[in-house]
């Protein structure tokens, strides 16, 4: 049963691959992109393998969780490969409000990205720990995650919005910033390659170190430890010694992997940018050429204003009262809480700017990769990096 959840995400994850090139070949036939009343046949393809993609991996969910016993959320691969794909059954119900395929070129991608990430982290089904023995565990999680899902088709309308919108013709602040968000896109794929080469050498390396309550424990890493445990020692015989140590409040080891990933990213970004002489965004601008902007920046504010509320169900209202439950109290300043309210703050902000302030087009747009940038900051640095009652999602 468990390979068979194995098989059935992957190959969700291979749909939706031919999928994405599917809704590329769309975008090249389709004269208007703007006409939602009809759609060619490459993106009825690619929309159709979407959709078998994604009736596949709720499948993976549903088998996983019967094998679990529980709601497979509970940790960083489960965790991750249910936001992905949330956020492919997100793009799904809007492209049938909207019928453009031009979004699903930009937002597959991202969920591949997500499932591809997940995929590095131990996939070991494992009985719950006490405090997440709580069936809100399942309603905070699982909405939450849909919540941010949601709001993530708004980070690929506006980067689709700000690809349209800047000139790139010219090196300013706005070219500089968007090829940023570019980078961090590959920077995931770098986490992916790198992760991928060592788990294929078999690379490995054990530590006793002293956690922040001062107990004796072990650690293995599956990377040269460039970043060491708190009063680490190492075990393995000729292994590589690290050239910092990390505080106890620190994980070392998943900081360790950031910092891996970051290095391959910046490897892997500039063989691209070597291989297409232009900027990533420069690159992308002929895909959307056709597209009006008031269509995407529709498409990017209707997110945010579902998304918002679910969010808001999910990552704190639940998330308080399955606190209340776990350890007695609503509120405790953990990292993974505050982010969620910093997370939550920006999006109101978001909103009371869009609808007081008048901030539409591309102020709405850069609005909107911020958000994401913040949600996948707590996704990645705050539960893989910061030590807290959330950490673990890094397992």
């Given at each position: 049963m468990v390979e068979l959840s194995g098989n059935l995400l992957f190959i969700a994850f291979i749909l939706y691959l031919v999928a994405t090139l599917f809704f590329g070949g769309s975008i090249k036939q389709k004269k208007d992109l703007n006409d939602t009343k009809t759609t060619n046949k490459w993106g009825k393809i690619a929309v159709f393998l979407t959709i078998i993609g994604f009736i596949s991996q709720l499948g993976y969910f549903i088998i996983r969780w019967i094998v679990a016993g529980h709601a497979p959320v509970s940790n960083m691969f489960e965790f991750t490969t249910f936001f992905g794909m949330a956020l492919v059954g997100a793009f799904i119900v809007i492209y049938f409000i909207y019928r453009t395929t031009l979004l699903g070129l930009f937002t597959m991608p991202v969920a591949i990205l997500v499932i591809a990430y997940a995929s590095m982290f131990p996939r070991d089904i494992s009985p719950l720990i006490p405090s997440l023995q709580s069936y809100w565990l399942y309603i905070h999680v699982t909405t939450a995650a849909i919540g941010e899902a949601i709001l993530a088709i708004s980070f690929a309308a506006g980067l689709i919005y700000l690809v349209k919108a800047i000139d790139q013709t010219k090196s300013t602040k706005k070219t500089f910033w968007l090829e940023f968000v570019m980078f961090c896109l590959v920077t995931v794929i770098g986490f992916v390659v790198v992760s991928s080469v060592f788990a294929g050498m078999g690379y490995h390396e054990k530590f006793n170190w002293v956690d922040k309550s001062g107990n004796q424990a072990q650690i293995e890493y599956t990377m040269p430890a460039l970043t060491g445990p708190h009063e680490g020692k190492l075990l393995t015989k000729d292994g590589f010694k690290p050239w910092a140590e990390m505080p106890a409040f620190i994980n070392a080891?998943?900081?360790?992997?950031?910092?891996?990933?970051?290095?391959?990213?910046?490897?892997?970004?500039?063989?691209?940018?070597?291989?297409?002489?232009?900027?990533?965004?420069?690159?992308?601008?002929?895909?959307?050429?056709?597209?009006?902007?008031?269509?995407?920046?529709?498409?990017?504010?209707?997110?945010?204003?579902?998304?918002?509320?679910?969010?808001?169900?999910?990552?704190?209202?639940?998330?308080?009262?399955?606190?209340?439950?776990?350890?007695?109290?609503?509120?405790?300043?953990?990292?993974?809480?505050?982010?969620?309210?910093?997370?939550?703050?920006?999006?109101?902000?978001?909103?009371?700017?869009?609808?007081?302030?008048?901030?539409?087009?591309?102020?709405?747009?850069?609005?909107?990769?911020?958000?994401?940038?913040?949600?996948?900051?707590?996704?990645?640095?705050?539960?893989?990096?910061?030590?807290?009652?959330?950490?673990?999602?890094?397992?």
């Amino acid at each position: 049963m468990v390979e068979l959840s194995g098989n059935l995400l992957f190959i969700a994850f291979i749909l939706y691959l031919v999928a994405t090139l599917f809704f590329g070949g769309s975008i090249k036939q389709k004269k208007d992109l703007n006409d939602t009343k009809t759609t060619n046949k490459w993106g009825k393809i690619a929309v159709f393998l979407t959709i078998i993609g994604f009736i596949s991996q709720l499948g993976y969910f549903i088998i996983r969780w019967i094998v679990a016993g529980h709601a497979p959320v509970s940790n960083m691969f489960e965790f991750t490969t249910f936001f992905g794909m949330a956020l492919v059954g997100a793009f799904i119900v809007i492209y049938f409000i909207y019928r453009t395929t031009l979004l699903g070129l930009f937002t597959m991608p991202v969920a591949i990205l997500v499932i591809a990430y997940a995929s590095m982290f131990p996939r070991d089904i494992s009985p719950l720990i006490p405090s997440l023995q709580s069936y809100w565990l399942y309603i905070h999680v699982t909405t939450a995650a849909i919540g941010e899902a949601i709001l993530a088709i708004s980070f690929a309308a506006g980067l689709i919005y700000l690809v349209k919108a800047i000139d790139q013709t010219k090196s300013t602040k706005k070219t500089f910033w968007l090829e940023f968000v570019m980078f961090c896109l590959v920077t995931v794929i770098g986490f992916v390659v790198v992760s991928s080469v060592f788990a294929g050498m078999g690379y490995h390396e054990k530590f006793n170190w002293v956690d922040k309550s001062g107990n004796q424990a072990q650690i293995e890493y599956t990377m040269p430890a460039l970043t060491g445990p708190h009063e680490g020692k190492l075990l393995t015989k000729d292994g590589f010694k690290p050239w910092a140590e990390m505080p106890a409040f620190i994980n070392a080891k998943k900081l360790n992997t950031v910092i891996w990933s970051v290095a391959a990213g910046i490897v892997l970004y500039g063989l691209i940018r070597l291989i297409i002489r232009k900027r990533i965004g420069s690159m992308l601008k002929p895909l959307v050429k056709n597209i009006k902007l008031d269509f995407v920046d529709e498409i990017s504010y209707r997110s945010v204003l579902i998304g918002f509320p679910v969010f808001t169900l999910g990552a704190l209202i639940f998330a308080m009262i399955w606190a209340q439950v776990a350890w007695s109290r609503f509120w405790g300043w953990d990292p993974k809480e505050v982010w969620a309210l910093i997370t939550w703050l920006f999006y109101a902000a978001f909103m009371h700017l869009r609808l007081s302030k008048g901030w539409h087009g591309e102020k709405s747009a850069w609005l909107a990769v911020i958000g994401f940038a913040i949600i996948m900051f707590n996704l990645v640095a705050v539960n893989l990096v910061i030590a807290g009652l959330h950490s673990y999602a890094g397992s």
